[in-house]
């Protein structure tokens, strides 16, 4: 399993043939501005919610790839609405895909539509695929639903977001890395905007202090799990 990071929450998971991009907000991103989404393959594209910073580049993406695009059934019925293809969740239903299984799982947080629509409630994914299983947290604060994730997954990889303000920042973070039970950690939704700017080497050092290990990749590189 490979994961390259797009900037922001937008990452590129690629399992064994099969390219899924996660949250595509990468045109209005400056610091992603040499990440052309023309170049991204996509088969699948996972929506963790409704705002834009998550869904901006979803429908060009989904136009010219003929992506399947999985998310909750609100951000489902919007881009079918646009004449895109959607495979419906919602929290606690898992599916099997090509690639693996996919659980939609709960994250506490909102999730609007840029122009006011219900975008259903927000979630976050755990991946169970090519004998390797991720979670992907979404947007969302410290909750005592991510203890539930462990009790039927053996996670290798929590990406989770560290950028406080709209969402947990690294001390919650950490905790949440001890309530999934994973000591590898890739961090996300940081940097990109005024309000969710951190300290890298102190991020790392915090994590690092509890024998963990957060990575933090710049915008395009990718890891090998
Ligand atoms: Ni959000
Ligand atoms: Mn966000």
Redesign the pocket.
């Known amino acids: 399993m490979k994961i390259t990071f797009y900037g922001h929450a937008s990452l590129g998971i690629q399992i064994n043939d099969i390219n899924i991009l996660v949250d595509p907000f990468i045109t209005a991103n400056e610091k992603a501005s040499h990440i052309d989404i023309n170049g991204l393959k996509a088969d699948y594209i996972l929506v963790t919610?409704a705002?834009q910073?998550?869904i901006l580049d979803v429908e060009a993406i989904a136009k010219r790839t003929n992506a399947v695009i999985i998310s909750n059934f609100e951000v489902i019925s919007h881009f079918q609405g646009l004449g895109l293809e959607g495979h419906p969740m919602n929290h606690g239903g898992s599916w099997d895909f090509e690639f693996g299984t996919v659980k939609y799982v709960n994250a506490i947080?909102?999730?609007s539509f840029p122009d006011g629509s219900y975008g259903g409630q927000?979630g976050g994914f755990v991946i169970e695929g090519e004998h390797k299983n991720i979670y992907i947290a979404g947007?969302t604060a410290l909750t005592y639903d991510m203890k539930l994730i462990p009790l039927k997954t053996k996670l290798d990889l929590a990406i989770l977001p560290i950028g406080d303000n709209?969402t947990m920042g690294i001390d919650d973070a950490i905790l949440a890395s001890d309530f999934v039970e994973c000591d590898k950690i890739l961090g996300y939704h940081f940097d990109t905007f005024g309000y969710i700017e951190i300290d890298h080497e102190e991020a790392k050092r915090k994590f690092f202090d509890k024998n963990k290990d957060l990575m933090l990749l710049k915008i395009g590189e990718s890891i090998e799990l």
């Open positions: 919610h705002h910073d998550h947080h909102t999730s927000p947007d709209f």
